[in-house]
């Protein structure tokens, strides 16, 4: 048996079958008027958590991962159709629900009523069904994150140009030169030793180098395109909405 201490691990928890599978989600837990009790709990149920069934806590027991009822998931869905919203159970409904489950009308001792909260304070709405002692403010906020997309593409591409070079290459050549020089007893011999006049012709090859120009070509060094990633700030700002709680009727004073 569930007492009201346990109203909050059981709000939002997976209800599971007999054959193991799950069923759906805890909604809202309904407390026996006279005991209080939980005594049943909705189970939203279908695509979305959209719809919202009653079982009963009489038979059921918690697990590891969540709740556990004796019923299929198939018999939970086939429940009679009761707004879940009305904040209390007839003794119609209930007697409805229970005879749908196969339980005994006598297992609850009074019409439950609803809470969301495991609190014991019931306020009233004027704007809508029963509440707790509390009202909830909520805010918008910011979720800012990133996202990564194509800024630009870089590409290498190679393509040949011509241009003109100009180099200095050093180069030699050989001139004529006319040397004289007399006749002394150490070339006498040579000078006397052709006929006395005739006539003579010396010839002498002259040489000079000339640049010459080839081509070869050689690797001179590798390009390749490398990333690197760079952080910077940018500020982003959108509205938000806030709820704001105002008090009336209250002594300003104190």
């Given at each position: 048996?569930?007492?009201?201490?346990?109203?909050?691990?059981?709000?939002?928890?997976?209800?599971?079958?007999?054959?193991?599978?799950k069923?759906?989600?805890?909604?809202?837990?309904?407390?026996?008027?006279?005991?209080?009790?939980?005594?049943?709990?909705?189970?939203?149920?279908?695509?979305f958590?959209t719809?919202?069934?009653?079982?009963?806590l009489?038979?059921?027991d918690?697990?590891?991962?969540?709740?556990?009822?004796?019923?299929?998931?198939?018999?939970?869905?086939?429940?009679?159709?009761?707004?879940?919203?009305?904040g209390?159970?007839?003794?119609?409904?209930?007697?409805?629900?229970?005879?749908?489950y196969?339980?005994?009308?006598a297992?609850?001792?009074?019409?439950?009523?609803?809470?969301?909260?495991?609190?014991?304070t019931?306020?009233?709405?004027?704007?809508?069904?029963?509440?707790?002692?509390?009202?909830?403010?909520?805010?918008?906020?910011?979720?800012?994150?990133?996202?990564?997309?194509?800024?630009?593409?870089?590409r290498?591409?190679?393509?040949?140009?011509?241009?003109q070079?100009?180099?200095?290459?050093?180069?030699?050549?050989?001139?004529?030169?006319?040397?004289?020089?007399?006749?002394?007893?150490?070339?006498?011999?040579?000078?006397t030793?052709?006929?006395?006049?005739?006539?003579?012709?010396?010839?002498?090859?002259?040489?000079?180098?000339?640049?010459?120009?080839?081509?070869?070509?050689?690797?001179?060094?590798?390009?390749?395109?490398g990333?690197?990633?760079?952080?910077?700030?940018?500020?982003?700002?959108?509205?938000?909405?806030?709820?704001?709680?105002?008090?009336?009727?209250?002594?300003?004073?104190?």
């Amino acid at each position: 048996m569930f007492n009201k201490n346990q109203i909050d691990t059981l709000i939002g928890s997976d209800v599971y079958g007999t054959d193991e599978q799950k069923i759906g989600t805890v909604g809202q837990v309904y407390l026996d008027d006279r005991s209080d009790r939980p005594e049943w709990v909705t189970v939203r149920t279908g695509l979305f958590g959209t719809k919202e069934s009653f079982v009963p806590l009489a038979q059921a027991d918690t697990k590891a991962n969540g709740l556990r009822v004796p019923f299929t998931k198939d018999h939970v869905k086939d429940a009679p159709r009761i707004d879940a919203d009305q904040g209390h159970l007839s003794h119609e409904e209930e007697s409805e629900l229970y005879r749908h489950y196969g339980l005994d009308d006598a297992a609850g001792s009074g019409a439950p009523q609803r809470t969301s909260k495991g609190r014991g304070t019931v306020g009233h709405d004027t704007s809508g069904p029963e509440t707790d002692d509390a009202m909830t403010r909520s805010e918008e906020q910011l979720k800012v994150g990133t996202e990564t997309h194509e800024k630009g593409r870089a590409r290498l591409r190679k393509h040949v140009v011509t241009e003109q070079q100009t180099v200095k290459v050093p180069v030699t050549r050989e001139e004529v030169r006319v040397e004289r020089e007399p006749i002394t007893e150490a070339n006498r011999g040579a000078a006397t030793s052709g006929p006395a006049i005739s006539e003579e012709e010396h010839e002498v090859v002259l040489r000079e180098e000339r640049p010459v120009v080839d081509k070869e070509t050689v690797p001179v060094e590798r390009v390749r395109l490398g990333k690197e990633t760079v952080t910077d700030q940018e500020q982003v700002s959108k509205k938000v909405r806030k709820e704001r709680i105002d008090t009336d009727g209250i002594d300003s004073e104190r």
